[in-house]
C-alpha cells in the first residue's frame, strides 16, 4: 500500500469494506497545503478503484479537521501565480469519486476544511466541531465552493451571515441547519461514520453510484431536466443483474445477494 506524509489510509468495518482516510497534519491543524491535497486525491482515487472498498470515510483529529487553505502558503502568492496553475481547482478531485465519501468531522472545519466537508456525500459532527468560512477576516473569500455549497445547504440568510461575518457555528446549529445529518460524541464519530459505511456496503455497489450520480445531479439541473435524467438512470438499473436480485429476493423474502453487475 502507498504511503503518505500528511494520511493516515486504512480498511475498517466488515471485510475492509469502508476506506478511511484521516488527515494527519497534526502541528497545523490539518491545513490543507497543496501537497497534502495531492495526497488525498491520489489516496481518495486508490480507494475508489479497490473493489473490496463500498464506501470512504475521511476524518481529522479530535481538534481539527481541518483549519482550511494553508495561509503561510498562501501568504506571498501573487494573482499570476493563481492563473498559472488553476489555484485550489484540483481540490475538486474530492467531487469526482464515485462511491460515497462521508466527512467525520470533529473540531474545526474551517475555510478549505468547511469546503472539503461539503463537497463529500454525507457530513456526520462530533459534538465539538465548528464551522465556519472565515477568509474575509483574512481579506479574502472562499475558494473551494463555500460560496455556493454552504448557500446550498443552509440557504441564503445563514450563508451570508456565516461568509460576511467568518463567526464560526456549532455542530448543533450545524445539524439545526441541515450542514450535517446527525451530531455523535466525539470519540465515537469515527465508529459512527464507518458503520454508516458499512450499512451502504449492503447494497449493490454499482446502483450506489448511480444513486450518487442522481443525487448530484440535482445541483447542476433545472428540475424538469434533473427527474428526466433520474428516470434514465432507474430505467438503466433494469440492466443489472443486482436490480433482477434485488426484486426477486424481496419477493422470495431472503436477503439479496448482490454482485456488483
Ligand atoms: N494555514 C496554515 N497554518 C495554520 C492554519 C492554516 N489555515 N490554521 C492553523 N495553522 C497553524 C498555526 O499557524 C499554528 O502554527 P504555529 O504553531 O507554527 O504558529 C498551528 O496551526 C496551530 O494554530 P493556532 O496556534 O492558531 O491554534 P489555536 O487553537 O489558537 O486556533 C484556529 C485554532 C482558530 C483554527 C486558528 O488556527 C485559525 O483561525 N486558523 C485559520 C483558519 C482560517 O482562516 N482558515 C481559512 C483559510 S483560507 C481558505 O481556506 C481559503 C479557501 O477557501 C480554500
Known amino acids: 500500500a502507498p504511503s503518505y506524509d500528511y494520511l493516515l489510509v486504512d480498511k475498517r468495518g466488515e471485510s475492509g469494506c469502508v476506506g478511511l482516510v484521516t488527515l494527519n497534519r497534526p502541528k497545523a491543524l490539518n491545513a490543507l497545503s497543496d501537497p497534502l491535497m495531492i495526497e488525498l486525491n491520489s ?7 479497490d473493489p473490496t472498498v463500498a ?19 498562501m501568504e506571498d502568492q501573487q494573482f ?7 489555484f485550489l481547482d484540483h481540490w475538486n478531485g474530492i467531487t469526482k469519486i464515485r462511491k460515497p465519501v462521508i466527512a467525520a468531522v470533529n473540531g474545526y472545519a474551517l475555510g478549505g476544511g468547511c469546503e472539503v466537508a461539503m463537497m463529500c456525500d454525507i457530513v456526520l459532527a462530533g ?6 468560512q472565515p477568509e474575509i477576516i483574512i481579506g479574502t473569500i472562499p475558494g473551494s465552493g463555500g460560496t455556493q455549497r454552504l448557500t446550498k445547504a443552509v440557504g441564503k440568510s445563514r450563508a451570508m451571515q456565516m461568509c460576511l461575518t467568518g463567526d464560526m457555528i456549532t455542530a448543533q446549529q450545524a445539524n439545526d441547519w441541515g450542514l450535517v445529518s446527525s451530531i455523535h460524541p466525539p470519540d465515537k464519530l469515527v465508529d459512527e461514520a464507518i458503520k454508516l459505511g458499512e450499512r451502504i456496503a449492503t447494497h449493490s455497489k454499482v446502483v450506489v453510484a448511480v444513486c450518487k450520480e442522481a443525487v ?20 438503466a438499473t433494469f440492466a443489472l443483474n443486482d436490480r433482477k436480485e434485488g426484486m426477486t429476493a424481496f419477493v422470495q423474502k431472503r436477503k439479496p445477494n448482490f454482485t456488483d453487475t
Open 127 to 132: 459534538e465539538k466541531a465548528k464551522f465556519g
Open 80 to 86: 499570476v501565480d493563481c492563473l498559472k496553475v488553476n
Open 216 to 235: 448530484n445531479s440535482s445541483f447542476e439541473l433545472s428540475l424538469g431536466e434533473g427527474v428526466k435524467f433520474e428516470k434514465r438512470l432507474f430505467h
Open 55 to 73: 464506501a470512504i470515510v475521511i476524518t481529522g483529529s479530535d481538534k481539527a479537521f481541518a483549519a482550511g487553505a494553508d495561509i503561510k502558503q
Open 43 to 49: 489516496a481518495l482515487q486508490t480507494l475508489d478503484a
